[in-house]
């Protein structure tokens, strides 16, 4: 068994190492992650045990035109709940910015590895496939040249299949998450062309590798915190770091606050050493309306230059638990991450 781990485990890392030499693009992000991580990870899949459905909308830059608008709801679970060693989701995500609206529609996969007797160990490999729908409204352009046989009359689409890959640890109080996405991206350009020459679309031109990280603290009956971390990197652009700090109270109500800056962890020709770090402030909060309906918002405040230009960005998430009672004397553990 400990063979076949490390096999799976050296195998991922590879995959991850190999597909991260290519050019850059940001993925999309969600502030809320930190409550439902099937977004950046297939390993996820099936963690809460229960089939589990999430939605969540964010509008970004508020009163800033064109600004991303980003929305995705998801459904996973286990299909065995014996073993409870394969976990499955799928997920549909959107994105419109400006005129280019990006659908992303994904499986993932997670076989669940047990570690322990009493089954509060897991080691999780997973692996996602699907495919990216890309959208141009020409309708939506300005320009001075009428006729211009390069800017679309109406809207195009191309579609294009990607994959992801991950490995995802827990225990009742820690986790740990290492996770590839775009991984088709080493064969990307950057930019989707059709026949006439005409770039309907920017795609992902880059491997992103998600790694975080995070703990759970009791520090009385009613009270415990949760401090995680989580780095971006596509080894091109900048590194991206997230500082995440939420208490739990009363097993009712998660509140927190999220930071979110660039940091130089190693040298990048291609990046110019004076440009600004600053980011994102989140704040966060998920109520637990009932035991099985959660609700949360998040609120993120720009750091940068562009603070002055728009109302920060608002994120709404609504998650509903599915109990599986097919198997008797069932016993359910909390899921904090």
Not at 46 to 65: C, H, L, P
Not at 190 to 217: D, E, P, R, W
Not at 223 to 237: A, L, Q, T, Y
Not at 259 to 272: E, G, I, N, P, Q
Request: neutral net charge.
């Amino acid at each position: 068994m400990k063979l076949r781990v490390l096999i799976l485990i050296v195998i991922v890392v590879q995959i991850l190492a190999f597909k991260s030499v290519v050019k850059a693009q940001q993925d999309v992000q969600f502030s809320q992650y930190i409550f439902n991580s099937l977004n950046i990870n297939p390993a996820y899949a099936g963690y809460k045990e229960d089939m589990y459905f999430n939605a969540v909308i964010r509008k970004q830059w508020t009163n800033f035109s064109g600004a991303p608008q980003t929305g995705a709801v998801s459904l996973d679970g286990l299909t065995n709940s014996d073993t409870k060693n394969i976990g499955l989701g799928g997920q549909i995500t959107w994105d419109h910015l400006g005129p280019q609206t990006t659908t992303s529609v994904f499986g993932s996969y997670s076989y669940r590895i047990r570690l322990d007797e009493d089954d509060s160990k897991r080691l999780c490999i997973g692996l996602g496939f699907g495919f990216n729908q890309y959208s141009l409204d020409g309708t939506a352009f300005q320009y001075v040249d009428a006729n211009d046989p390069l800017v679309p009359t109406g809207s195009m689409s191309v579609i294009k299949p990607d994959a992801r890959v991950g490995v995802y640890y827990f225990t009742p109080t820690f986790f740990a998450s290492l996770s590839g996405m775009d991984l088709f991206s080493l064969y990307n350009s950057g930019k989707i062309y059709l026949t006439n020459g005409t770039a309907i679309a920017s795609q992902a031109a880059a491997a992103h590798i998600y790694f975080s990280m995070g703990g759970l603290v009791n520090l009385s009956e009613n009270v415990k915190v949760k401090p995680s971390f989580m780095i971006k990197e596509d080894f091109h652009g900048p590194t991206s770091l997230d500082l995440n700090l939420f208490a739990l109270l009363s097993e009712k109500l998660w509140v927190g606050a999220s930071y979110r800056t660039a940091v130089s962890l190693w040298h990048k020709s291609a990046l110019s050493s004076d440009l600004n770090k600053s980011g994102a402030l989140s704040l966060m909060a998920e109520l637990f309306a009932t035991d099985r309906l959660r609700i949360g918002y998040s609120y993120d405040i720009i750091t940068s230059g562009l603070s002055s230009y728009q109302s920060g960005s608002h994120e709404i998430s609504v998650g509903l638990l599915f109990p599986n009672n097919l198997v008797s004397g069932r016993i359910k553990s909390p899921r904090y991450f």
